[in-house]
Nanobody, 115 residues
Framework: QVQLVESGGGLVQAGGSLRLSCAAS????????MGWHRQAPGKRREMVAY???????NYADSVKGRFTISRDNAKNTVTLQMNSLKPEDTAVYYC?????????WGQGTQVTVSS
């Protein structure tokens, strides 16, 4: 069992930046996908970004050009650099990792962007 622990959330003004980190308790080398989702109050959880084991990345249209996902298999971490933050980015951000048919989730970290 691998545990994922997020950190780096907080309160920031619109236009600011935050860097989220996700640390895995074990190796993520065998994870075919590592990513981030978010869930705002009253809304469904949505994909934000993910990084595939071959190096490819994908982003939700709403964050393209503003967010960057990075995966470090040596350090067993995944980071999400968030720039030009908007109030609509306010949500709980969850790290997730997929290995085979199993998906692991972190407990989430709150990001609040004030206008």
């Amino acid at each position: 069992q691998v545990q994922l622990v997020e950190s780096g959330g907080g309160l920031v003004q619109a236009g600011g930046s935050l860097r989220l980190s996700c640390a895995a308790s074990g190796s993520i080398f065998s994870f075919n996908l590592m990513g981030w989702h978010r869930q705002a109050p009253g809304k469904r959880r949505e994909m934000v970004a993910y990084a595939i084991s071959d190096g490819r990345t994908n982003y939700a249209d709403s964050v393209k050009g503003r967010f960057t996902i990075s995966r470090d298999n040596a350090k067993n971490t995944v980071t999400l650099q968030m720039n030009s933050l908007k109030p609509e980015d306010t949500a709980v951000y969850y790290c997730n990792g997929q290995r085979g048919s199993v998906t692991y989730w972190g407990q989430g970290t709150q990001v609040t962007v004030s206008s």
